[in-house]
């Protein structure tokens, strides 16, 4: 009930939530709509692009790789993507791997990371703007070129297909239901996201989450054109099924007798990588989601969605929220429906 009015009195589109407690999902539920022109209801198996929870994936296939030796988190970074990756006033400094997935790689996306180019001083003009001031490895700017570059990566060492790797490596051996790729979903399952525009108080569906980008996908090129799918954030999944997920990571790499990743390389990925900050590899360390007790997790915000996975590891509890449009109010650094729906669960469901 208090979410209910909770979504009526942020005039929330929908909200679907998942709560995981003692390790197991013990409640799911959807609020208000999935589609408003249509005036279709959200359902528990409706999938929402999730944006930057995404980075998640990429970062436990890459543990995946450096399990089998494929790679190491100590590479140095130019050699895995195939062009100089080096920030131009550190020009001796190696940028490994390791900083490229904690965000401590001193490179930003002002040029933008829905393309290689930018980035690759052999094709884009601009290059040298892509990074910081300082020395990588001394500092922390949260950037999607990254985990961009990241998914290039994989393809590049698993010589598979990016969407198709987590697909064979994360998704199915969960048993779950999601992917990358647009067109190997079904169309009817997307929930319509909404842009909320706060000056004329009013919803716009952005089409563009789920842009299937064909001619690009026809005209791929395995190792570069990856950020086409979005390792950075196109991840396409139900709250339910990202619990799910969500609790693979909480019990240290397994689910349901299901080992996805080592227990040393989950606790590693969820180790912040200074006291500086907050963040380990694509999973940070939060306090203020339910004040006072740190949770490990991500947020995600993009096409006027905003999404949370956050949980306990030794207490072994936690949450899912995602909303497919709502206002733009923040607390704590937090959409205050997406903290206000957590605090609600915590309160009633874990408390």
């Known amino acids: 009930m208090q979410i209910q ?25 959807s609020f208000g709509y999935k589609d408003v022109e249509k005036n279709t209801l959200l359902s528990d198996s409706d999938i929402f692009r999730i944006a930057s929870i995404s980075k998640s994936f990429s970062a436990t296939a890459i543990m995946q790789l450096a399990e089998a030796k494929k790679l190491s988190l100590t590479d140095d970074f130019s050699n895995l993507v195939g062009f100089k990756v080096r920030n131009p006033k550190f020009p001796e400094t190696v940028i490994t791997l390791k900083m490229i997935l904690s965000h401590t790689s001193s490179i930003n996306d002002s040029e933008g990371y829905f393309n290689l180019d930018v980035i690759n001083p052999e094709k884009g003009k601009n290059w040298e703007k892509c990074y910081n001031d300082y020395e990588p490895g001394k500092g922390y700017l949260y950037c999607n070129l990254n985990f961009n570059m990241v998914g290039a990566v994989i393809e590049k060492i698993a010589g598979e297909r990016f969407d198709s790797y987590i697909k064979n490596h994360i998704i199915s051996p969960l048993g779950l239901y999601g992917g990358y790729w647009v067109e190997s979903l079904q169309q009817d399952r997307f929930v319509t996201l909404y842009d909320y525009n706060a000056s004329l108080k009013k919803f716009t569906p952005s089409p563009l989450a789920y842009a299937p980008r064909t001619n690009e996908i026809n005209n791929y090129v395995m ?17 339910t ?44 360390t939060n306090d203020k989601v339910i004040n006072g007790k740190p949770l490990k997790g991500h947020t995600g915000s993009a096409y006027g969605l905003f999404s949370a996975m956050f949980f306990d590891p030794k207490e072994k509890f936690g949450f899912v929220v995602i909303t497919n449009g709502t206002n733009e109010d923040y607390t704590d650094g937090f959409n205050d429906v997406i903290k206000s729906s957590i605090n609600i669960l915590y309160e009633n469901l874990i408390k």
């Open 223 to 239: 190792g570069y054109t990856t950020p086409i799918f979005s390792p950075t954030g196109g991840m396409k999944i139900s709250a």
């Open 5 to 29: 009015a909770l979504v009526k009195k942020t005039n929330t589109v929908g909200l679907a939530v998942a709560v995981v407690k003692k390790g197991k999902i013990i409640y799911t539920h």
């Open 241 to 284: 099924d990202l619990a799910k997920y969500m609790t693979m990571h909480m019990n240290y790499g397994k689910y349901k007798g299901k080992r996805i990743i080592s227990k040393k390389s989950s606790k590693l990925i969820q180790t912040k990588v200074s006291d500086q900050e907050s963040y380990g590899l694509a999973i940070e």
